[in-house]
Nanobody, 122 residues
């Protein structure tokens, strides 16, 4: 099994920056793709970023493109989401996901974290 633990969420003013992290433990050798979906109150879950094991392949949702950067450190089994120019509409619970292999459906992942709250005040 793989466990994912997010950290780094919090309250930030609009226009500010925040970095959330996700540390994987357990059978981390099976992990390939990792990603960050988010869910805001009353809204559908949105998948915002994905990164391949090598880091050479990434995906970003249009809503955050140019403002967020996903990265990973495989030696530390950690994936990061650097968020800049934050907007109130970025307020959501940010989850970490991991998959055994390449994800073909962004809505289907093998492992999920518990989530970390990011709140952007106006």
């Amino acid at each position: 099994q793989v466990q994912l633990v997010e950290s780094g969420g919090g309250l930030v003013q609009a226009g500010g920056s925040l970095r959330v992290s996700c540390a994987a433990s357990g059978r981390t050798s099976v992990i390939d793709d990792m990603g960050w979906p988010r869910q805001a109150p009353g809204k559908e879950r949105e998948f915002v970023a994905r990164i391949s094991w090598s880091g050479r392949s990434t995906y970003y949702a249009d809503s955050i493109k140019g403002r967020f950067t996903i990265s990973r450190d495989n030696a530390k089994n950690t994936v990061y989401l650097q968020m800049s120019s934050l907007k109130p509409e970025d307020t959501a619970v940010y989850y970490c996901t991991a998959h055994r292999g390449v994800v073909t459906n962004l809505g289907v992942w093998d492992y999920w974290g518990q989530g970390t709250q990011v709140t952007v005040s106006s």
